[in-house]
Structure formats: C-alpha cells, structure tokens
C-alpha cells in the first residue's frame, strides 16, 4: 500500500466530507490439492456506508460461467495455450476519483502514522469500495481494447477477441480481476510486454496440472 501510494494521511476529516469504515479480511488460497498456497490479508473499504453521491455507475460486465466452461476447453480443441495474467494487488493500481475518507483499523502504519483514530483519503481503489470494480474493469478493458487492439464482444460482455484461434488469434475473458489470455505460445507471450508496461509488477500464474479457477477444478492434459 507504501508503494502504491495508497493513502493519503489526514489527521482530521473536511466538514461534510463523504465518510466510509474500514476493517481487515484475512483468509487462505488453497491449491488445487487442497493444500493451502498461502495466507492472505487485505484492507477493506466498509463500501456499504457509502452513500449515492460517493459514487456513479458501479457497473462492470462480467463474463458468464458457461463462456468460462467454453473458454478453458478452447486450448485442447484449437491446440493453443492460455495464461492466467497475475496483477498482484490489482485493484490498489487504478486511481480513485471521488474523495472518500475511511478511518484506519488497528495496526502498524508507517512513521509518523502509528497513530490512534488516524483517518486517511484513498487515492486508489481500494478494495471493498463500491466503483472498485467499475473502475478496474475500465482500466482493463482500455488496455485490451487500446494497447492489444482487440475488440469487446456486444454479445458476451466481458469477452474480448481478435483473429482466429489457430492463426495468432486471441480470447481475453475477463471476470473483475480474473482473466485468461488463450492463443498461440508466440502470441501469448506478445502479450506479456505491454501488460507489465502498463500494470507494474504483472506476471502469470504458474499453472499446476490440476488448479482451481473461479470455483472449477481444472485439469490440463500434457500428454501432447
């Protein structure tokens, strides 16, 4: 969150300005097999303080199980490879354009901040904001769309293709911040340049033979 430049710091909240809570999730991402990958805490904006005002449209398209079902079949039918695209912490990366203010849970916040009732303003979209989704959707969509030249599906939002499979075309399905990339091994790997120019640190998962993917087990066949 340092890095990102999350926050910016206030020791007191403007007259009248747009109020929300905040608190810490912690979890675990389990493996395909079951066994736990690691542990996980994130930051989360209360979003359900906020109030209409804070935020305009909180939309974003969604690509629907049956096309995900398609998509992850794709690869064996065409003979082509598909990636997992990583953005770690994909959403602390897009701007925040409305000005909110949260105050800050428990915990160790960098000098001079180890403070008590320390509120701070979010410059970036953080999770559990209610136009988080929104305006990550839209900033990935403006890089398929403008630095990959694809084009977004009308009839399957969320959907975004070019060319053929089998001839160095692509599918990028997105679901908010999970998506796949599925083409040719040379096309996929065109793709990884400009996706770390434009979202810092950005990679692709490495993908076991068994892994699990938006709820579904997924195995892959490598016998080819």
Not at 34 to 43: A, D, P, Y
Not at 201 to 219: C, K, S, W
Request: overall charge negative; proline content about 7%; hydrophobic content about 40%.
């Amino acid at each position: 969150m340092v890095r990102h430049e999350v926050f910016t710091f206030v020791d007191k909240v403007p007259e009248g300005a747009s109020m929300t809570g905040s608190r810490w999730v912690m979890g675990r991402k389990l493996m395909g097999n079951g066994i736990i990958e690691k542990w996980k805490v994130r930051l989360l904006s209360r979003g359900n303080l906020q109030k209409p005002g804070d935020y305009n449209d909180i939309t974003s398209a969604v690509i629907d199980m049956v096309l995900i079902r398609l998509a992850l079949g794709l690869p064996a039918k065409h003979d082509v490879e598909f990636t997992i695209p990583d953005i770690p912490t994909a959403f602390l990366g897009i701007p925040l354009h409305e000005n909110l203010f949260l105050p800050l849970p428990e915990g160790e916040w960098p000098d001079p901040y180890g403070l008590t009732g320390l509120f701070a303003m979010p410059n970036k979209t953080l999770y559990g904001i209610k136009q988080a989704n929104r305006d990550y959707y839209e900033e990935v969509l403006d890089f398929i769309v403008d630095d990959l030249s694809l084009q977004a599906s009308v009839a399957a939002p969320g959907l975004c293709f070019g060319g053929n499979l089998e001839t160095h075309g692509v599918w990028i399905p997105v679901w908010v911040d999970d998506s796949l990339i599925i083409s040719t091994l040379v096309r996929v790997a065109s793709i990884e340049s400009p996706l770390q120019d434009r979202f810092k640190e950005a990679g692709h998962v490495p993908l076991p033979n068994t892994f699990q993917y938006l709820g579904l087990t997924v195995i892959r066949d490598n016998t080819k």
